[in-house]
């Protein structure tokens, strides 16, 4: 035997779902209503154009809420929207292509027999096929049933099975069984195990019991269904109840009746029906309610009635010839016929059985809980009496158009229109007279008031009747006739609704006015209700309520909910119902009071449309009431096509909860199976996504909301949508998930979840990324020191062609103008050397010759300052060297430039003034210290730059050092720029030993970097 999965991790949380899902629909609430009519259920057809199979034999609805079928078409699921072919994989083909029997165990796996043979399960999407080396599958398998174990049971023609989960044994080998062939096989509530035995013996095996016991007779026997998880079993002409043989606890929350089909069927509100009789569906009514049953003991059989009703193709139904038949875990009746699907189920609006083809209704209601109706037809008009679940008689009545309807003071029944006003006098109606000018005008509205009547007409306004006769409605500050919407409240009221968003009260001759500016914005008010505690105005725009002296529009965040609203009822319990265009809306007290209370939050509300029964669209304005609360407490609706009502005290809410699914998964155009995680391939960015939940009443109304982590920030609401789609997604790892909600807005137990990971190619990883940013970042700088060098290389150059000129000019200028002065003074001195001592013209040619030195040296200075450049990029010892070379031919001696470390290029504020001071420095040495040699050190440090000049001259006189020389600035001026510079700065000198000038400078004053020179050059 091949080995299975375990069945322990699903076994609890399934069993658990399908308890909610059992728990959820006890009778009546969610049973198809023996009372009603068949016509009276809300009916949908589903054919082979809907995608719908054909032939189908079997039916089951597993723990996710899907129906599953099967059939010669193969196997199909079905989660109220979509048809879907469950397909099998090319590693576990089906044994066979025809499908014979489905059946739904509680763990959540689905067994599926084939013909002529063959037998799967099928758990989260996975088939599993039972070896052929299994006597099982030789057999047709014609029952399939699961006991409270959890154990399988399968029948055939000449073969009885049941499988523990790991093995399979022969259940016809037990003791007490009565024999092959099988004619039938089902599980009830308490767990007991029922067989018809040799097509005549019914036989039981209890829980826990070893062997079978034989209780009765089978034969003829059509079906054993499960209703209430007892068994019954049903002949042609008589139902009876299975008499127990187990003490067994009944198991709750194991819904028994969805895990199989068949022709003939008993729901739980009390109904038989039944296929092949002779065509279509029939219906017969048990003589027991729903709460008779569980009293019901013992084996009496009873009488089958006639067949109280039937449907074919004529009356909608997808085919004539039905196939098999079940009802899901809502309460729904699920019908398969040759050529389709059918579903009926009790829907929250019930239709009252008026005559196709009428429409145009008004209602009253009478005292003794009936509601009166008059319909209009073409060119006929009809009145009718609707009791009960909505049986119409037809009354005597004048056969006359209706628009209005209303009551006198004495209660008596009124009607007016086009043609006429009538009241009611016991069974017989008397016409009433009409004001002049009234023949041809419609009767807008009716109402009480006083012991007189008012009646609002057709371009005559608001008349009052009373004691025979008629006179208009005058309010001071209108004049000619007031045509206006109009109600009287129980306190005596009157309120009428003007065009141009008016609102009049008046009472005891006391007259309000409410407009625009007290809030009323309905546009022209063509309904005015005054209820017991409300007073509201419905007009094209909406609907506004009275809170206090000032009107407020409902807003709610449906659209077109409260248009159209021709008919509003307040309950006793303070509940609004209104009727308007998109259906029947309620709204109760405490979501009133709190909308009341924050008028910028949406008014919560439950609309009743189309899908839950009602009659299309409430006719826009007339005839009126649209809507009235019957003395028995329901509510009666009119539509366009008919009438409907709702009892609002036991309101009918799904509490079936969905469950979500992912259905399907898509990435680049590849199809991928859904429910394991995912790793997409490399470079996936286009994903889409499909998920559904089986919700049956109104699949329509199934809500979702969902997001992928990873890419959505919050959830995504949708309601018709049933998939999505995410475009440019990157490597990482997403988890998709669903909720759903029914329609009434229950939540899905968990949420669907889908793990997908997309890998990353190696250029989308991190380290790559890193990678590229560390090379773009290089590159950049490389770029950057290229384009720098560049710019220091464009700056050198045009610093060099600067220099170059102006040593040119200071070269020419030294060599002739200076030279020439040189000479002169030469020329001068041995002039006046040939004078005497103490000739008077030799001191001042003395004095002259001082003050032309003078002259001399500030021209040498000039000179040296034209050599050097002002701006960035020059060498300071470069030009320092020029200096000592122009010095050193003007005197005696000579200076050697050391550098030591890599020369590093200075500010020029900071190298202008480093050459000015050893500039000066050098001339001091060479033509007052008489200096033979002059060592001139700069050392360049990351820390700073260092400066010394050294020479072997005569020295400078202490006095000298502190106060200079008198007449002179040399050393002040040194001194001043080196203290500008923020530089240490010092001279050390002994006579006849030599001077020492040094200077420090710290790296961020001296140095300057590419960028500053480059902007220096370009600047």
């Known amino acids: 035997?091949?080995?299975?999965?375990?069945?322990?991790?699903?076994?609890?949380?399934?069993?658990?779902?399908?308890?909610?899902?059992?728990?959820?629909?006890?009778?009546?609430?969610?049973?198809?209503?023996?009372?009603?009519?068949?016509?009276?259920?809300?009916?949908?057809?589903?054919?082979?154009?809907?995608?719908?199979?054909?032939?189908?034999?079997?039916?089951?609805?597993?723990?996710?809420?899907?129906?599953?079928?099967?059939?010669?078409?193969?196997?199909?699921?079905?989660?109220?929207?979509?048809?879907?072919?469950f397909p099998a994989s090319r590693s576990t083909p089906f044994p066979a292509g025809a499908v014979l029997r489905v059946m739904a165990a509680s763990n959540g796996d689905l067994w599926v027999s084939f013909l002529p043979r063959g037998l799967v399960r099928i758990r989260q999407g996975q088939v599993w096929q039972v070896p052929e080396s299994e006597p099982v599958t030789a057999q047709r398998l014609r029952y399939l049933s699961e006991d409270a174990?959890?154990?399988?049971?399968?029948?055939?023609?000449?073969?009885?099975?049941?499988?523990?989960?790991?093995?399979?044994?022969?259940?016809?080998?037990?003791?007490?069984?009565?024999?092959?062939?099988?004619?039938?096989?089902?599980?009830?509530?308490?767990?007991?195990?029922?067989?018809?035995?040799?097509?005549?013996?019914?036989?039981?095996?209890?829980?826990?019991?070893?062997?079978f016991q034989t209780v009765g007779d089978c034969t003829d026997a059509r079906s054993l269904p499960v209703v209430d998880g007892q068994a019954?079993?049903?002949?042609?002409?008589?139902?009876?109840?299975?008499?127990?043989?187990?003490?067994?606890?009944?198991?709750?929350?194991?819904?028994?009746?969805?895990?199989?089909?068949?022709?003939?069927?008993?729901?739980?509100?009390?109904?038989?029906?039944?296929?092949?009789?002779?065509?279509?569906?029939?219906?017969?009514?048990?003589?027991?309610?729903?709460?008779?049953?569980?009293?019901?003991?013992?084996?009496?059989?009873?009488?089958?009635?006639?067949?109280?009703?039937?449907?074919?193709?004529?009356?909608?139904?997808?085919?004539?010839?039905?196939?098999?038949?079940?009802?899901?875990?809502?309460?729904?009746?699920?019908?398969?016929?040759?050529?389709?699907?059918?579903?009926?189920?009790?829907?929250?609006?019930?239709?009252?059985?008026?005559?196709?083809?009428?429409?145009?209704?008004a209602l009253a209601a009478e005292p003794d809980g009936s509601v009166w109706a008059a319909a209009s037809a073409t060119g006929a008009y009809s009145k009718w009496r609707l009791s009960g679940v909505g049986e119409a008689t037809r009354l005597p009545a004048p056969e006359a158009q209706v628009t209005a309807v209303g009551r006198d003071a004495q209660g008596r029944l009124l009607m007016g229109g086009s043609t006429g006003l009538w009241r009611r006098e016991g069974e017989r109606w008397v016409e009433l007279p009409r004001p002049v000018g009234a023949q041809g005008r419609w009767v807008l509205g009716l109402a009480a008031h006083g012991q007189g009547v008012l009646a609002s007409f057709q371009k005559l306004g608001v008349q009052r009747f009373e004691d025979g006769v008629w006179q208009p409605l005058t309010v001071p500050g209108e004049t000619g006739p007031i045509e206006a919407a109009m109600a009287v409240a129980p306190d005596g009221a009157v309120w009428l609704g003007l065009k141009d968003n008016r609102v009049l009260r008046l009472k005891d001759g006391a007259l309000r006015r409410l407009g625009p500016a007290e809030g009323v914005d309905v546009g022209d008010p063509?309904?005015?209700?005054?209820?017991?505690?409300?007073?509201?105005?419905?007009?094209?725009?909406?609907?506004?309520?009275?809170?206090?002296?000032?009107?407020?529009?409902?807003?709610?965040?449906?659209?077109?909910?409260?248009?159209?609203?021709?008919?509003?009822?307040?309950?006793?319990?303070?509940?609004?119902?209104?009727?308007?265009?998109?259906?029947?809306?309620?709204?109760?007290?405490?979501?009133?009071?709190?909308?009341?209370?924050?008028?910028?939050?949406?008014?919560?509300?439950?609309?009743?449309?189309?899908?839950?029964?009602?009659?299309?669209?409430?006719?826009?304005?007339?005839?009126?009431?649209?809507?009235?609360?019957?003395?028995?407490?329901?509510?009666?609706?009119?539509?366009?096509?008919?009438?409907?009502?709702?009892?609002?005290?036991?309101?009918?809410?799904?509490?079936?909860?969905?469950?979500?699914?992912?259905?399907?998964?898509?990435?680049?155009?590849?199809?991928?199976?859904?429910?394991?995680?995912?790793?997409?391939?490399?470079?996936?960015?286009?994903?889409?996504?499909?998920?559904?939940?089986?919700?049956?009443?109104?699949?329509?109304?199934?809500?979702?909301?969902?997001?992928?982590?990873?890419m959505d920030r919050g959830w995504r609401d949708t309601t018709t949508r049933r998939e999505t789609m995410y475009t440019n997604l990157g490597p990482g790892r997403y988890t998709f998930r669903v909720q759903a909600f029914n329609n009434d807005g229950v939540p899905a137990a968990e949420e669907a979840t889908q793990l997908i990971e997309i890998p990353a190619?190696?250029?989308?990883?991190?380290?790559?990324?890193?990678?590229?940013?560390?090379?773009?970042?290089?590159?950049?700088?490389?770029?950057?020191?290229?384009?720098?060098?560049?710019?220091?290389?464009?700056?050198?150059?045009?610093?060099?062609?600067?220099?170059?000129?102006?040593?040119?000019?200071?070269?020419?200028?030294?060599?002739?103008?200076?030279?020439?002065?040189?000479?002169?003074?030469?020329?001068?001195?041995?002039?006046?050397?040939?004078?005497?001592?103490?000739?008077?013209?030799?001191?001042?040619?003395?004095?002259?010759?001082?003050l032309a030195d003078e002259v001399l040296d500030e021209s040498r200075r000039r000179v040296m300052a034209l050599r050097g450049s002002p701006e960035a990029g020059g060498s300071l010892s470069r030009d320092l060297e020029d200096v000592a070379s122009q010095l050193a031919r003007d005197y005696d001696g000579e200076c050697r430039v050391v550098v030591d470390g890599r020369e590093r290029p200075l500010k020029p504020e900071v190298r202008e003034e480093l050459r000015m001071i050893f500039g000066e420095?050098?001339?001091?040495?060479?033509?007052?210290?008489?200096?033979?040699?002059?060592?001139?050190?700069?050392?360049?440090?990351w820390w700073g730059l260092r400066v010394t000049l050294d020479d072997d001259g005569r020295g400078i006189a202490p006095e000298v050092l502190v106060d200079g020389r008198p007449g002179h600035l040399g050393l002040a001026a040194m001194r001043e720029r080196a203290t500008g510079l923020g530089a240490r700065w010092s001279v050390t000198s002994q006579m006849g030993k030599g001077t020492t000038v040094a200077l420090w400078l710290r790296a961020s004053r001296a140095y300057v970097t590419d960028t500053a020179l480059m902007r220096d050059a370009v600047g």
């Open 921 to 941: 420095a050098l001339l001091n040495a060479f033509r007052h210290a008489g200096a033979a040699r002059m060592t001139l050190s700069l050392r360049y440090g």
């Open 1 to 85: 035997m091949t080995p299975v999965p375990s069945r322990s991790t699903l076994m609890p949380r399934l069993l658990a779902t399908w308890a909610l899902l059992w728990a959820a629909f006890a009778p009546p609430a969610w049973a198809l209503d023996a009372d009603l009519r068949l016509n009276q259920f809300q009916h949908r057809a589903w054919t082979a154009a809907d995608g719908a199979p054909t032939e189908t034999w079997a039916m089951t609805q597993s723990t996710d809420g899907q129906i599953w079928m099967g059939g010669p078409g193969g196997l199909l699921r079905f989660d109220g929207v979509r048809f879907e072919r």
């Open 526 to 710: 063509f309904l005015v209700h005054a209820g017991r505690t409300r007073v509201l105005v419905a007009g094209d725009r909406g609907v506004d309520v009275l809170r206090g002296d000032r009107f407020v529009p409902l807003m709610v965040d449906s659209a077109d909910a409260l248009t159209g609203v021709s008919g509003i009822v307040e309950t006793a319990n303070g509940d609004l119902w209104l009727n308007g265009r998109k259906g029947a809306v309620q709204v109760t007290k405490a979501d009133l009071d709190a909308f009341l209370a924050d008028p910028r939050r949406p008014l919560r509300h439950v609309l009743i449309d189309a899908l839950e029964g009602y009659p299309v669209s409430a006719t826009s304005f007339w005839p009126q009431p649209s809507v009235v609360e019957a003395a028995d407490g329901r509510l009666w609706f009119a539509g366009i096509t008919g009438v409907a009502w709702l009892d609002p005290r036991h309101p009918r809410r799904n509490p079936v909860a969905p469950v979500a699914r992912v259905t399907g998964v898509r990435a680049d155009g590849v199809e991928y199976p859904a429910g394991a995680p995912l790793r997409l391939p490399i470079n996936s960015s286009m994903l889409e996504l499909r998920f559904s939940a089986a919700s049956l009443s109104i699949p329509e109304r199934v809500r979702f909301r969902y997001r992928l982590e990873g």
């Open 232 to 361: 019954w079993i049903v002949d042609a002409k008589t139902a009876r109840r299975l008499p127990e043989v187990s003490r067994a606890p009944m198991l709750p929350g194991l819904s028994w009746a969805a895990r199989r089909s068949s022709p003939t069927w008993i729901d739980r509100g009390g109904n038989l029906w039944s296929l092949f009789c002779p065509a279509g569906l029939c219906r017969r009514t048990l003589p027991i309610s729903s709460t008779d049953r569980a009293a019901v003991v013992g084996t009496d059989p009873i009488a089958l009635p006639e067949p109280t009703e039937r449907m074919g193709a004529a009356e909608g139904l997808s085919g004539d010839f039905g196939m098999t038949m079940m009802e899901d875990v809502e309460g729904n009746l699920w019908v398969a016929t040759k050529t389709g699907l059918d579903r009926f189920r009790r829907a929250a609006l019930v239709p009252a059985a008026l005559p196709r083809g009428t429409s145009n209704y």
């Open 149 to 211: 174990e959890g154990r399988i049971w399968v029948g055939g023609e000449s073969a009885f099975f049941r499988f523990d989960g790991q093995r399979w044994a022969r259940a016809d080998e037990l003791p007490g069984f009565g024999g092959m062939p099988l004619g039938g096989l089902v599980v009830d509530g308490r767990g007991t195990v029922w067989v018809c035995a040799r097509d005549r013996l019914l036989q039981a095996l209890p829980r826990g019991a070893a062997s």
């Open 761 to 850: 190619a190696f250029y989308q990883t991190l380290w790559f990324r890193a990678a590229c940013v560390l090379a773009a970042a290089a590159l950049i700088w490389v770029l950057h020191r290229l384009r720098m060098r560049q710019a220091a290389n464009a700056a050198r150059e045009k610093l060099r062609t600067r220099l170059a000129e102006r040593e040119r000019i200071a070269r020419e200028l030294h060599d002739t103008l200076l030279q020439g002065v040189q000479g002169l003074i030469l020329r001068f001195e041995a002039n006046a050397a040939r004078l005497p001592a103490d000739h008077p013209a030799r001191a001042a040619m003395a004095q002259d010759l001082a």
